[in-house]
């Protein structure tokens, strides 16, 4: 099956800094990657869509400034998260759609990256 | 918008048994599909079972599979046969039947399975 791999898979930075979770799909292309935050025993909430060449879309609410999305390639999304706070500490997820999968568009879930701010 | 509503936070069952999870939804859309989502402890999303809204017949995955209540707007998940191994988090899910559409995710069950 599709893999999509998130590094890094844990994270401690201290307040004030920024950092950067990569997200790749590793066997197909993804035209379409997806960002989400989760809580503990929450749901996951859509940061936002991020489309290879073009700016991503933000939900509402989300500060597209303090989470920075980059769609370079077919097969790489990144979410740098700057001047980071202790409130900005989740459970980051990023999922991948397989471009060639046709009309129904399948979303495979990397592993999550854990973010902890000091 | 579309909402994904589950009623049932936490849930237990005896290995071997088996168990129901529930999920209503609500949409205006005639085409979209419907997933059900595991979350195991090592906090990987699984995908378990996924229903084309199009179709009468309800989705089997071994020992999963769902009853689709279209009218009703229901979708819920049986587990037959329960395992150690099926404790998680299951979450519901919707997502509209257009190319590069979002997944619309439930709060999710807590699912615990006991020896």
């Known amino acids: 099956g599709a893999v999509v791999s998130q590094h890094p898979s844990r994270v401690i930075c201290k307040s004030g800094t920024s950092v950067k979770i990569e997200c790749r799909s590793l066997d197909f292309q993804a035209t379409t990657m997806f960002w989400y935050r989760q809580f503990p025993k929450k749901s996951l909430m859509l940061m936002a869509t991020?489309?290879?060449?073009?700016?991503?879309?933000?939900e509402q609410g989300v500060e597209k400034d303090k989470f920075l999305i980059n769609h370079a390639s077919l097969t790489l999304s990144t979410l740098t998260v700057t001047s980071a706070h202790p409130e900005d500490s989740s459970f980051y997820i990023c999922?991948?759609?397989?471009?060639?999968?046709?009309?129904?568009?399948?979303?495979?879930f990397g592993p999550g990256t854990r973010l902890t701010v000091l | 918008a579309q909402t994904v509503t589950q009623s049932q936070p936490e849930m237990s069952v005896q290995e071997a048994e088996t168990v129901t999870l529930s999920c209503t939804y609500d949409t205006s859309e005639s085409n979209y599909y419907l997933f059900w989502y595991k979350q195991p402890p090592s906090r990987q999303m699984i995908l378990v079972i996924r229903?084309?809204?199009?179709?009468?017949q309800n989705a089997t995955e071994n020992r999963f599979s769902v009853n689709f209540q279209k009218a009703a707007k229901s979708f819920s998940l049986k587990i037959s046969d329960s395992q150690l191994g099926d404790t998680a988090m299951y979450f519901c899910?919707?997502?509209?039947?257009?190319?590069?559409?979002?997944?619309?995710f439930g709060e999710g069950t807590q699912l615990t399975v006991n020896p």
């Open positions: 999922s991948a759609r397989d471009s060639a999968s046709g009309y129904y568009n399948e979303q495979f």
């Open positions: 229903q084309e809204a199009y179709k009468q």
């Open positions: 991020s489309n290879e060449g073009s700016k991503a879309t933000y």
């Open positions: 899910a919707f997502m509209r039947g257009t190319s590069g559409s979002r997944l619309t």
